[in-house]
């Protein structure tokens, strides 16, 4: 069983930088067709610095976290999970080249079907180098068990 005490629990910030090729790649797997996610000058025509990063693409930088060492010790079973659920709020664009600061805490634990899944409630808090917010995020991960 997952350990309830660790609701609230905050879990190590890390940076993570947005690499123009790999906005590419993601924009380009994922069906999008709006040049300023391609090419720098049509961003900067469009009046961004840069080329601004898609839609959901905090997923794939908050999922490279360093430190995932918190799964083990609230009793995350890897071979058992499975990505529940991502929400996104955003306040402002971030752009490549920006080193973001990630910063989550355990918002819930919770079980359902008599603990036959357990839900693992993960908020983030995304700010770029100006400390101004770009993204609350939120996920949960659920753990089959039995």
Known sequence: MIDK??????????RAVA???????FAKATGETNP????????RDAGHPGLPLPPTFLFSLEFGR???AWRDEIGIELPRILHGEQTFTYHRLAYAGEALLFESRI??????KAGALEFVVRETR????????VADLRSVIVQRNG
Do not use: S, W
């Open 5 to 14: 005490q660790f609701i609230g629990k905050t879990l190590p910030a890390f």
């Open 66 to 68: 360093p430190d995932n």
């Open 19 to 25: 690499e123009a090729g790999r906005l590419r790649f």
């Open 36 to 43: 300023v996610y391609f090419d720098e000058a049509a961003a």
């Open 107 to 112: 918002a819930d634990i919770y079980d359902k």
């Open 126 to 133: 995304v700010t770029n180098p100006r400390g101004e917010l």
